[in-house]
Structures are given as structure tokens and as C-alpha cells.
């Protein structure tokens, strides 16, 4: 049989989603009406076969309570936990630290999700391929631009045999654009007997590397890697990967479709667009029908209120109780719950926080986020800011207010025009 593992971080892990993650969990963020991890778990659900999913974290307990409930409705054929680390243990630590919760019933290999990726899953195809070539282990791979590369994972395959050469974790200098998307397919008989030889060869070599660490807003791709030096973390890329690429086991499935990280706020305008494109193309029920003011995809929660004559799309969605007033434009963004957008208001390439309120008249506006550059910061007047515009939970922009470019903190009130800034 097969499960899935589902790594979602823990309250540290989130600070590149602030001023999102201040309010909520980044995994339980909502983009296309559902949470981020329920992308995810829809598509573990598909797996024939797949019966257990477990999500390893180290937030507090309660956190997943009220999602797993839901999902196990949604999902009965699925037994979903949360198991929690006592502290970050890696992305490696947390898979040893529960290896007996996961070789429980004897899976024979088992799927292990990044939860802050957003793409199609092809979870189905990764399988195909694990057992054509009977292999250890398949991670799920996509191209990115040669500049883009060395922010991930790197990839060097055989393009034939789609064998892993070599893995090599955010390398200083370009060896290859296929990426590494944090999905993965292992195993089990494979994978926690590496992950034992790699403690047992610390245990008699000690570590002397540093990694740097980051805590900042607007640098994207900084690995968050504060607690690399502990020495019970370890991590499947930099520790276990490159020794299962001197296997010759170790396949890669190469993603033609979309695949996107979510690592800052911003980045959830991009995957919200993504996953509406997919329901769109799957036709999906939920989202609202095309009209003469509905640009689609549009997703707008059947609470929520939208006068006839705003316009919405494409890629909007609209959380439970926001209210639309008429006449307003918006585009490109995320209108989070009970927010309030007044007439002849427009949003474009933005996220509008729980209750924030934006007045008659008003603009707020983001840029576009480069296409295949992954990055959500943009160079404006030579000054890095955010392509994305974003308010915190009950912020307010005044009637006619501009805002545009501006990262702004929970409770904030903007009563003048603000450009790339961040408001705290
Ligand atoms: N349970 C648990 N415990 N989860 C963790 C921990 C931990 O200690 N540390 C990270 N995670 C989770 C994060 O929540 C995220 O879902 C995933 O593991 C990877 O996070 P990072 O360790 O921050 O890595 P990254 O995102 O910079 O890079 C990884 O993902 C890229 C694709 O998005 C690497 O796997 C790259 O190679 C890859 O390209």
C-alpha cells in the first residue's frame, strides 16, 4: 500500500508569509476558496489505494484540529493525523522522529509533499514510474530559467533513463534547471535506512558547515535555515538526497504543468490564479459563471456579497462575508473573509486581509509578478519592493486613496497615498 506524508512547518517557518501568517497558519492560508494543504490533500485523495495521510509539523496541536475534521468528511476514504515535533526537526527529522506512525500497516513506499508548493500533483505518474523502474525513490521535477535555478533543489538526469545523476540543494553557481518541486515518492524499505546511515556518519564526524540564516520580508529565496545547526535536524535535501543520487534508483518525473512555490505573502496571488485555472479547465462547480462582469476563473464564497455591477476576474477570489460594492474592479487578487471593498473601488494584483475595509474611489494595486522569474519582489526606481500589494487583517484605505506596491501590518489605517512601502 502507499501514504503520504505531508511536511507543514511549524510558527517559524512562516515569517516570509507575514502579514498572512500573523493571522493564520501559512498551510490553512485560503487560495481558490481552499486551504493551501487542501490543494494537496485532494490530490493524495486520488491515489488508488492511498488510505492514510499524515501531516508533520511543529505547530501547536489544535492548529490542524478543525481541518483534519473537515477533510475527513470530505475524504472519508483517507485517515488524516497531525503529528507534531517537539521542535523543527528538518524535513528529514520529522519523517525519522514518526518513522514507526508511518511503517505502520507496512506501506511499501509512501509520497512526501512540501506543503507550501502549488501545482497539479501528477502523484499518479510519479507512481507509474516508481514501479516501471523499480525504484527507491522518484522526485518530482519542472523547469525553471537558468537565473531561477539555483534558488531550489537542483537536478542532473539522465534524460533517457530520467535516472538522478546528481542533486545538489540551492547550488552557488548553475548546474542544471531542473528543479526539485518537493514532492517525492519513497521507498520505505530504502529511505529510513538512509536516513540512519546519515546520523551514524555524523555521530562520528561532526558537522562544521553554517548556513545563513534569514528573517526578512522581501528577501524570497533566502533558505530559512536558523535551526540547520541543531543537531538533531536533518534535511532531506542537503543530507539525504545527493547519497540516494549514488544509488542508481533515484528517477525523476518531469512536470510539464504548473508548479509555483508559496513562500511569501505575495506568492499566494500567483497560485490562487493557478489553481483557479485548474478548476476552470476541470469545470468546476464552485466557481461563479461567466458573465458580462465576471471575467473567469472567479471564486466567490456563497456568503460573500457582490453587487451585479462590480467586475470581477480573472483570478479573483472572494472569501466568505467580503462585500463588493458597485462599480468596483477588481483583478488578480485574493478578497480575504468579511472584508469590505466600497463603489468604484479597484484591486488589482492584491490581497485584501480578514475585515480590511478599502474606500469609494479607492486603488490598490500591485504589479504583475514576472512570469518564470518566481520571485514575488520586483526592482521599482532601483528599489527591491514587492510586486504584490498587501493589507493585514483590518486594515482601512481611505475613500480615494492610492496604495500601490505596499506590504501594510494588521490594524493599519492608510488615509494618504503610499507607494512601494511597508507599513508597520
Ligand atoms: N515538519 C517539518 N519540520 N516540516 C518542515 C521543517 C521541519 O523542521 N522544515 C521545513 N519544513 C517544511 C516546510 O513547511 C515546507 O513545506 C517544506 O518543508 C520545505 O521547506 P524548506 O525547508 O523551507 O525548503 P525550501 O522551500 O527552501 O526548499 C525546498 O523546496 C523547494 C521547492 O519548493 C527544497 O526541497 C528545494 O529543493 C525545493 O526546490
Redesign the pocket.
Known amino acids: 500500500s502507499t501514504k503520504a506524508v505531508i511536511?507543514?512547518?511549524?510558527p517559524s517557518?512562516g515569517t516570509r508569509f507575514r502579514p498572512l501568517s500573523l493571522d493564520v497558519p501559512?498551510?490553512l492560508f485560503e487560495v481558490a476558496g481552499h486551504p493551501i494543504i487542501s490543494h494537496s490533500l485532494k490530490a493524495v485523495a486520488k491515489v488508488p489505494g492511498l488510505r492514510e495521510v499524515i501531516l508533520?509539523?511543529?505547530y501547536d496541536e489544535s492548529v490542524f484540529r478543525d481541518f483534519i475534521k473537515d477533510a475527513s468528511k470530505e475524504f472519508p476514504h483517507l485517515r488524516i493525523q497531525y503529528l507534531r515535533?517537539y521542535t523543527?526537526?528538518?524535513?528529514a527529522?520529522?519523517l525519522y522522529h514518526f518513522r514507526d506512525a508511518i511503517l505502520k500497516n507496512k506501506p511499501e513506499r509512501f509520497f512526501v509533499l512540501?506543503?507550501?508548493?502549488c501545482c497539479s500533483f501528477p502523484l499518479g505518474e510519479m507512481l507509474k514510474l516508481f514501479e516501471e523502474k523499480d525504484a527507491e525513490a522518484v522526485i518530482l521535477g519542472t523547469r525553471v530559467s537558468n537565473e531561477a535555478a539555483t534558488n531550489?533543489?537542483c537536478i542532473v538526469s539522465d534524460a533517457h533513463t530520467k535516472r538522478v545523476l546528481h542533486y545538489v540543494?540551492?547550488p552557488e553557481s548553475h548546474i542544471s534547471n531542473l528543479?526539485?518541486?518537493?514532492v517525492y515518492l519513497f521507498a520505505t524499505e530504502c529511505i529510513f535506512p538512509s536516513i540512519r546511515s546519515v546520523i551514524k556518519r555524523r555521530a562520528t564526524r561532526p558537522r562544521l558547515l553554517s548556513y545563513p540564516s534569514s528573517d526578512n520580508l522581501d528577501s524570497s529565496f533566502i533558505?530559512?535555515d536558523d535551526?540547520a545547526e541543531k543537531p538533531e535536524?536533518l534535511?532531506?535535501?542537503q543530507d539525504i538526497l545527493s547519497d540516494l543520487a549514488d544509488s542508481n534508483r533515484f528517477f525523476v518525473h518531469e512536470t510539464k504543468d504548473f508548479w509555483r512555490?508559496i513562500?511569501t505573502a505575495g506568492s499566494a496571488v500567483p497560485a490562487n490564479a493557478l489553481y483557479l485555472q485548474k478548476a476552470f479547465q476541470a469545470q468546476s462547480e464552485e466557481l461563479t459563471p461567466p458573465s458580462a462582469f465576471i471575467v473567469p476563473p472567479v471564486y466567490i464564497h456563497p456568503t460573500a456579497q457582490v453587487d451585479p455591477t462590480a467586475k470581477l476576474g480573472p483570478n479573483v477570489s472572494v472569501g466568505p462575508r467580503a462585500v463588493i460594492g458597485a462599480g468596483a474592479r477588481v483583478k488578480e487578487a485574493i478578497i480575504l473573509e468579511d472584508a469590505e471593498i466600497k463603489h468604484d473601488a479597484c484591486v488589482l494584483y492584491s490581497i485584501i486581509g480578514w475585515g480590511s475595509r478599502v474606500g469609494a474611489w479607492a486603488r490598490v494595486e500591485g504589479t504583475p509578478t514576472p512570469a518564470g522569474s518566481h520571485s514575488t519582489s520586483i526592482i521599482k526606481n532601483g528599489v527591491k519592493v514587492q510586486s504584490i500589494t498587501i493589507l493585514g487583517k483590518e486594515c482601512g484605505v481611505g475613500d480615494e486613496v492610492r496604495v500601490q506596491n505596499c506590504v501594510c501590518l494588521p490594524y493599519k489605517e492608510l488615509k494618504r497615498d503610499v507607494t512601494n512601502e511597508v507599513i508597520m
Open positions: 511536511l507543514v512547518g511549524g517557518r501559512k498551510p508533520v509539523g511543529y515535533e523543527a526537526l528538518g524535513t527529522g520529522g512540501n506543503s507550501d508548493v531550489f533543489g540543494e540551492k528543479i526539485n518541486c518537493g533558505a530559512e535551526d535536524v534535511r532531506l535535501e512555490q513562500k
